[in-house]
């Protein structure tokens, strides 16, 4: 084993009787009952009413479809580029995507109770009534009422999802079953059975450790593809067409770019809150949270740039078609402190504090900044559907914090408790990775004055 | 480690490697080499590119003389061959910087063979693009219009104008790009200083700026050369964005997009590096440089461009899919005859090109088939030309007014400037790997083992 790394035997060890920690799992728990309590008092009692409550439950369930879905293609990523650096985040990442199926149900309840957000719906609760689908002209095709369909669009989300989601569990049962086999194998009869799922048919592990990183090498495109090209619709779909007239074509790629960078986050939180509870101590090292820093640091540059890769022309052109989107996020009263604060929270405070080495090299302020960037992505996708749902002249403030604030945390708290769970009671490294100790030729062995015996 | 060795099967670094460099004698010697005498497939190349150089001048002394008439270009397609080709050559610009900044910081090892040739080759394809502006213009003359200067009458340029943010952009770009490739030369400069004599060594001398390779100029050394990579990385995204600005900021169908600036930069990305494979292949077999840059750094550079294609390929389906769903009629009529109209053969080529042809290469058979690679790069260089091709075009030739719509062919003028462009950027880089090192001495020593006593050094 690597000299640099403990045994990985002591990874696996620490596995049986590890739990979620009381006060995390009161916490959580304690969390999503906030989240029903905030969720029940804005369906009856807010001003709102459903459409706020729903739009909540939408923000949170695009929010943790974020972080899973990100979170499996960080491993695919360190897969397909033979990445080393990220390896002992990988599995923490994996968990991640174990939610997947936890989420596809919060999908599933909101396009059943809560479809009729859409203004483009037949019985809309949208002010003034349905949205006027036909075009505009004869030479412009119906797209519209053929694409924006309530049975349609909750046959082709649910579709959406469960391949994106599917494809996903193929990937991660690659990843999890030669470690899960190699844990089983010693720990015996303390193995959690739910392994059993991953672990079935198993034969030679040193086999299947061979053919585990083969298969996920081989999955790294289609997943690629796949979470490019199904999170785009998901986001076309559930987040864009709640303004059925506007367009913009980069916005499926905004989506899952700031999934992916919002999934690092959690990565960093994760990774600090649960470095000696999951035994990562002596695996992620400062070089690792600097690198993860560092990745956090181009995600927020990209959110920047392809935030105003939008902003940009539709505003130069100045077409009312596409300016309305922004007029009423960045003028209206009620809506211009948030995309103020989106715009410090997601940009410039992050990119500010990441250019520093010693922010990325220490875990609690890698950490501090990965909160402020979790909240700020909640109030980005906030600001991308609450005003839709909400058409008053001033936007009840305790509706925002109470409702959109409360579900929200509740969603982050069902997150907590359920990838806790699943981390606890499995190797929080993978453990028959080869890429996890570093490369052999990349350890350099130095003579004295070698640099300057270049030439 | 047996799945690992399979893919760093060609890395220098690995003790099976064929013709692995064992000493920095043999480094500096092999790199060397090319510099020491013209052979006859360098003088033939440079007979090529410089007679195509040539045609390319004559073409533009026929529009200087004669006037723009000569060109195709005329109402409603005013933007013809030039901007598609300034377009072109602007994103085989992107992958030197690329290659040599982004996978630095990414602390990516196989750029270390290709990153110097790259480098050279951005540097020579901006100042390729940089002409066809003062080409686009006819009067050439007046090209310092382009720049801020003080001036009598108090006129300035159109500061509101994506086509002036693209002047700023691109200097900076090429300013920047120029500077890191030189500070990256430097102590290879002084190898070459070290190994010349007389009034070439004091050139070199002069060139090398007093390096001698101690702790102290090291250490500055490597502080400047990563600042530059972390400043030159954003130009990367930067320079391709403004220039899809020129076209995105237009309310023009077909342009006006916002997913332009990262398809843009995905798209030079990907031509960038099929120019390198394009370039590198042949200089490796001219030079005999196999050990230092060969199919594993070919192998790499071809999922680089599986990665790009993939991204295109999305951003082409996403132009499509919501120019259908916004029920624009005027985007959706751009599209459909795009895809269906006169120019629908350049179209279906490019996706052939761009979207098709490079999928070979999810075969690790054919990523590591020189010919594969070879044909399949320059594919994809044709590709993304007929790309840029069908946005100019097809855009004005069909605008919003079916009275002025009307087709364009380039004349033979523009088809010289375009083949006179190939042959200035190609004469530009067979100077420079016959005077500079194309390869970077200093990192691939890097990768050698150090030298030890009774080593042979």
Redesign the interface.
Known sequence: MSHHHPDVNTVIDAVPGRVLPASVSMASMAAIAAGLGAFAYGLFASEGGAPVAWGAWLVGTIYLIGISQGGVMFSVIQSGT?GRWGRPLKRVAEAFGLFLPVAWVLLLVFLVAGLKIYPWHPETWAHGGPVALA???A??????EM?LTPVGFVVRNLALAGLLFGLSFVYLRASLRPDLMLAAARLGSKAPSWWSWFTSGGGDVSAEV?AG??RQRAMV?LM??SY??LM?FLA?DLLMSLAPWW???????WIFMSSFWLSLAFLALFATAGLDWLGLRGWVSSTTTHTLG?MMLAGT?FWG??TF??L???W??N?PEETDYLLVRMYLPQWQWMSQTVAVMCFIAPFTMLLSRGVKKMRWPLAGVAAMIAVGVFMERTLLVLPQTWWGDHFPVMDFVVVCGGVWIGFVGLFVQVVGRILASMPAIPVSD??LEE????V????PG?????? | ????DA??GY?P??PAAPNRPTT?GQV?RDIIRPLLRPTALWLLAMAIVVGMMVWGGFAWYQQITMGMGVAGITHPVMWGVYIVTFVFWIGIGHAGTLISAILF?VYS?WRTGVYRASEAMTVFAVMTALLFPVLHLGRCWQAYWFFPYPNQRQLWMNFKSPLMWDVFAISTYFTVSAVFFYVGLV?DI??FR?HSKGLIRKVYGAMALGWH???RQ?HHYMAAYGFFAAFAA?LV?SVH?VVS?DF????TAGW???????YFVAGAIFSGCAMVISLLMPMTYLFKWEPYVNLWHFENLAKMC??TS??LT?AY???Y??A??????YE??IFSWRATGDYAWAFWLMVFCNCVAPLVW?SKKMRTNPWSLFIVAAIINVGMWLERFNIVISSTAHNFDPQTWALYSPTWVEVGVLIGSAGWFGTWFLLFCKTFPAVA??EI??MVA???KGAGH
Do not use: C
Request: proline share 12%; aromatic share 14%.
């Open positions: 033979l075009p505009h002209s030479e412009a095709p119906a797209s519209k694409w061979d990183q083969r495109p690629g593809m490019a090209l785009s076309f367009v913009s074509n980069m916005f499926g790629g560092r540059m740039y392809t890769g939008q940009l022309p539709i130069y052109t077409m080869p890429q490369h052999p030729w990349d350099h062995v130095h003579a070698a640099t300057a015996a270049h030439h | 480690m047996a799945s690992n893919i760093y890395d670094r690995d920095y500096n910081l090892r102590p002084a190898i070290d390779g101690t702790d090291w954003p995204l964005s600005w995105a900021m237009a309310p006006h997009s916002t997913i332009f600036p990262p599986l990665l993939g991204i999305y389906g996403m132009e899919f919501i259908w769903y916004s029920q624009n009629p959706w009529a999810y001495i200093t020593k890097e150090p030298p030890v």
